[in-house]
């Protein structure tokens, strides 16, 4: 369903941006609304990660983290092709990496890792520009589709929450 979701606000809002102060740049910062698309999606999938049943899954022969990883990288797959499918690639790579930067929070901070995508937008929004439309480097998300570093750190960041969620223990409650 979130795929979905995904899917459906991404065609609806297109190429839309919205106009927002930016405390570096002095002004306002435009940022395109498919930006904040990725949250449904990194959302669902920490609800699917974090739903569990103790007991069957800690006495149960099945490696539940590897299904877990199975889902995340399935998903973001998904989102990916229906990026590009859509012609907003950039929202695969921000998927990419909101995933990755959830994973690795989660180790640190647990369910309340579900904000870290959220936390991280509004901190590119109001310190990640240099200029109305120039972002930093480090931002990652607001640049453009082709940017190489981006992806890099995109696919950095996955790798190193993938790792985090195929080698922390899940938590009971």
Same mark, same amino acid.
């Given at each position: 369903?979130?795929?979905?979701?995904?899917?459906?606000?991404?065609? /609806? /809002?297109?190429?839309?941006? #919205?106009?927002? +102060?930016?405390?570096? %740049? !002095?002004?306002?910062?435009?940022? &395109?609304?498919?930006?904040? *698309?990725?949250?449904?999606?990194?959302?669902?999938?920490?609800?699917? /990660?974090?739903? &569990?049943?103790? %007991? +069957?899954? *800690? %006495?149960?022969?099945?490696?539940?983290?590897?299904?877990?990883?199975?889902?995340?990288?399935?998903? #973001?797959? /998904?989102?990916?092709?229906?990026?590009?499918?859509?012609?907003?690639?950039?929202?695969? &790579?921000?998927?990419?990496?909101?995933? !990755?930067?959830?994973?690795?929070?989660? *180790?640190?901070?647990?369910?309340?890792? #579900?904000?870290?995508?959220?936390? =991280?937008?509004?901190?590119?929004?109001?310190?990640?520009? &240099?200029?109305?439309?120039?972002?930093?480097? =480090?931002?990652?998300?607001?640049?453009?589709?082709?940017?190489?570093y981006a992806a890099a750190a995109a696919l950095i960041m996955f790798t190193a929450g993938l790792s985090c969620l195929l080698r922390t223990a899940r938590n009971?409650?």
């Amino acid at each position: 369903m979130a795929t979905a979701s995904f899917g459906l606000l991404l065609g /609806i /809002i297109g190429d839309q941006t #919205v106009f927002l +102060p930016s405390l570096t %740049s !002095g002004s306002t910062a435009s940022a &395109r609304l498919a930006l904040f *698309v990725p949250v449904i999606v990194t959302a669902a999938l920490m609800f699917c /990660i974090e739903s &569990r049943l103790y %007991s +069957p899954e *800690v %006495s149960g022969t099945r490696r539940t983290t590897s299904l877990d990883a199975a889902l995340t990288i399935t998903v #973001v797959i /998904i989102c990916a092709t229906i990026g590009y499918a859509v012609g907003q690639p950039a929202a695969g &790579r921000n998927v990419l990496f909101l995933t !990755g930067l959830m994973l690795t929070a989660r *180790v640190i901070i647990g369910k309340a890792a #579900v904000m870290a995508p959220i936390a =991280w937008l509004l901190t590119v929004l109001f310190v990640g520009f &240099r200029t109305a439309n120039d972002p930093y480097p =480090w931002t990652v998300v607001p640049e453009p589709a082709d940017a190489p570093y981006a992806a890099a750190a995109a696919l950095i960041m996955f790798t190193a929450g993938l790792s985090c969620l195929l080698r922390t223990a899940r938590n009971a409650a």
